[in-house]
């Protein structure tokens, strides 16, 4: 369910709509200092919204659309495409996952059979912790940020510069990997003031773009049990 974007989708977004002339790019052995900082930054607090958008560098038409709330060791996921039309949620907390969604969701993204999304209907799929495909959905919460948003090993022309937006001072981080069409361009403004939290993500990924913007840091999450749900485990062999 990654989402893509470019630099082209955040082109007259808000934080950069007043941005300055940004600072010669520096050396990686800084850009490696702000990304370590934001790391930190981020593990620190305790629950993060992040909302994606996702649309075609040929049409400019939406694709995709995300959001995810994540805490310490729950979150909220919401989750749609466009082609096919299609949606779906999961929750995930210390002791269950419980994912809903559309017929289409559930067949497509889920790849339910479609006997077992008749079988759930609006109801929530539950999955408890002592079931194996727990860990299939557990790992989406505040400490998977950093593997999904910053720059790992495989990153390549790391680089970062200082710029400033309605007054404040924003490094922008900016690198590219080896993907499955080519290869994949990232760009990442941080708060230079303060804790180096992300403000926003553009990406380009082969044909798809995606902006991701960031918000709600440290905001209490409660992650609360649906009422109506079947046990995953019912569901299996039909």
């Known amino acids: 369910m990654a989402l893509a ?24 052995g800084a850009a490696s200092a702000v990304v370590a900082a934001t790391r930190s930054a981020i593990l620190s607090q305790s629950a993060v919204r992040v909302t994606s958008t996702a649309r075609s560098t040929k049409t400019d038409k939406v694709t995709e659309r995300a959001v995810f709330d994540a805490g310490r060791r729950s979150s909220m996921q919401r989750y749609a495409t466009t082609s096919p039309e299609a949606s779906v949620a999961i929750l995930v907390t210390p002791s ?24 759930v209907g609006t109801r929530w799929v539950d999955i408890t912790s002592h079931e194996a495909q727990y860990k299939d959905f557990s790992s989406a919460v505040l400490s998977s940020l ?7 090993t495989a990153a390549k022309n790391l680089r ?24 994949d361009q990232y760009r990442l403004w941080v708060s230079a003031t303060g804790r180096s939290l992300p403000l926003q993500e553009v990406q380009l990924q082969g044909t ?28 299996l062999g039909g």
């Open 5 to 28: 974007a470019s630099a082209a989708a955040a082109t007259g977004a808000g934080l950069l709509a007043g941005t300055a002339g940004a600072a010669a790019a520096t050396a990686s």
């Open 160 to 183: 970062l510069t200082t710029t400033t937006s309605h007054g404040a001072r924003i490094h922008v981080l900016s690198w590219t990997a080896t993907g499955t069409t080519g290869t």
């Open 96 to 119: 269950d996952v419980f994912f809903s969604g559309d017929r289409s969701g559930l067949t497509t993204l889920f790849a339910m059979p479609a006997s077992d999304a008749t079988k």
């Open 146 to 152: 950093p593997h999904v948003f910053l720059p790992g």
């Open 208 to 235: 798809t773009r995606q902006l991701s913007v960031f918000g709600h840091w440290n905001e209490h999450l409660a992650v609360a049990r649906p009422k109506r749900v079947v046990a995953f485990s019912s569901l």
